[in-house]
C-alpha cells in the first residue's frame, strides 16, 4: 500500500505562483511514477505532469509547459508541483497519483494505482 498526501493549495492571484506538495509513505519503493492531474468543478480529471520515481520528469501537457515543473525531493519521498504564471482556468483540485509500473500513457488517470485526497488551488483574476 501506498499513501499519498497533497499539501499546498489555497488562493493565488492570477499570474502569481504557488508549489503544491505530495506526500508518500508506505511502500514507496514500488513507486515506479508518479502523476499530478486536476480537476475543476464540471470537468472530466485533466492530466498535469509525470515523473519517474528516480526524480526524471516524463511528460509535461500543454497546459502546463512553460509554466509548470514537477520534481522530486529523494530525501522525503515528496514530490512537488511548482506553477507559475497561474491563470484563473488552473482553478482546480489537484490530486497526485502513483503507479507501480510502467503504463503506457501517463497522461491517462485510469492506470494510476494510488492516489491522494486533493489539494484545492483557486486563481483569482
Known amino acids: 500500500q501506498v499513501q499519498l498526501v497533497e499539501s499546498g493549495g489555497g488562493l493565488v492571484q492570477a499570474g502569481g505562483s504557488l508549489r503544491v506538495s505530495c506526500a508518500a509513505s508506505?511502500?514507496?519503493?514500488?513507486?515506479?511514477?508518479m502523476g499530478w492531474f486536476r480537476q475543476a468543478p464540471g470537468k472530466e480529471r485533466e492530466f498535469v505532469a509525470a515523473?519517474?520515481?528516480?526524480?526524471?520528469?516524463?511528460i509535461y501537457a500543454d497546459v502546463a509547459k512553460g509554466r509548470f515543473t514537477i520534481a522530486r525531493d529523494n530525501t522525503d519521498n515528496t514530490v512537488y508541483l511548482q506553477m507559475n504564471g497561474l491563470k484563473p482556468q488552473d482553478t482546480a483540485v489537484y490530486y497526485c497519483?502513483?503507479?507501480?509500473?510502467?503504463?503506457?500513457?501517463?497522461?491517462?488517470?485510469?492506470?494510476?494505482?494510488?492516489w491522494g485526497q486533493g489539494t484545492q488551488v483557486t486563481v483569482s483574476s
Open positions: 497519483a502513483a503507479v507501480m509500473n510502467p503504463i503506457a500513457r501517463y497522461g491517462d488517470y485510469t492506470g494510476y494505482n494510488y
Open positions: 515523473i519517474l520515481w528516480s526524480g526524471t520528469p516524463i
Open positions: 508506505g511502500r514507496t519503493f514500488s513507486i515506479f511514477a
